[in-house]
């Protein structure tokens, strides 16, 4: 997750910059074949990782249009073929190609083109061992961005760890000159130890209506920075800064959302007469059919509930281990499984109201878990 983390951060600032420093090598008439390396991204600001840790040597083909004054207009690939280093999964992978394309773009963007239409091929290659110059970004900018961020969206993003990247185009006096908004990374959320995928960098546009509760709340709050953020950018335009000083650069950073200070009204839920009665609940309730009493079965059940705004607990799953129970008899321990799960399921939908969470003021819907004991009752 470390690796894929900080691998995402690289990619996502060579995507908002675009200078990737990329060579010619032979070309022919009908195509332009760029070279470049997966770790050639000086522009990255704080950054000592590089490409070789997550690509092999991967292709890119596209269609590029310019202008009568020779800037691209308008880049189509056409084929992307990412090879992996090995040090990635699966989910790190399908980003990757999927930002590889627009770091492509951006090194297309740095060169000059044909008016018209031209055939492109990029070629990106390892360079191992290569070890690219950290650098500390001014702490005078991060500072100022960091204050411009608002505490309505600190209240949205309280419960996820997120970056967003702003990148910035500044003259060599340290005076910033363009700024952008390369997007928002949603790294996880916090509080009940449990950490979720996310995404995202520009986030694809999905009704809300179609969403899980989960994703509904990240689509609102990642809104809710992209706004902030497109108002600190107007902020931004025309101040100097001379830790920046030093040469004309493209630079894009990563500003981490730090939530530590707002204080959010948060409750959990609460079953009728607390957790001794949830526990007695289901174990009053468990009805042993002939199954669990001819196998004389005992064990330890983790129940994992969803209790709504309107305090109805609705059945998620239960996590039960073949090693961790006793039980006799020559029965598959699916079938085992199968009548637990069943009934739990029952006893969970028969159950009385719970009192429910709450966030910000406002009832929520929660995911909550606990453990209990059954028991043969003929033992």
Known sequence: MRIARCITALVVCAMAIGTMQAQESGSNDKTRIIE?????TPAIYGSNLNFNDFFSESYVTAKVYADDDSIVTKIKIKKCRTLPSGNCDRYSMKT???????????????????PGKSECGIIWKPRHNHIIEKREADAGLISFITGLITDETKIMLYKY??????????????????????????WGTKG???????????????????????KQGLYKANKQLGNNVQQIAGELNGRQFS????????????????????????????????????????TENFRYNKVLRRNKIKGIVNVNLLIGKDGKA???????HEPTFAYEGMEPWYRIEKYVWDEIKRITKEMPRW????????????????????????D
């Open 243 to 282: 830790g920046l000083a030093g040469g004309e650069k493209d630079i894009c950073i990563e500003i981490n959302i730090d939530t530590s200070g707002i204080e959010i009204e948060e409750s959990d839920p609460v079953y009728p007469g607390g957790t001794t009665a949830l526990k007695e609940y289901y």
């Open 314 to 320: 609705k059945f998620m799953h239960i996590e039960m």
């Open 36 to 40: 470049a390396f997966l770790d050639d």
């Open 355 to 378: 009192t429910p969470g709450r966030y910000n003021g406002k009832e929520i819907d929660t995911e909550c878990s606990f453990r209990i004991r059954i028991n043969n009752k003929n």
């Open 161 to 186: 760890d997120c970056s967003t990247f702003i990148s910035l185009r500044i003259d060599s006096t340290g005076t910033i000159l363009d700024t952008g908004h390369a997007g928002n990374i949603f």
């Open 96 to 114: 990757a190609e999927k930002l590889l394309k627009e770091s492509s773009k951006g090194a297309i963007r740095s060169l000059k083109w044909k």
């Open 192 to 214: 009940n130890g449990s950490t979720q995928h996310s995404m995202m960098f520009k986030p694809r546009f999905q009704a809300p209506r179609y969403m899980s509760e989960w």
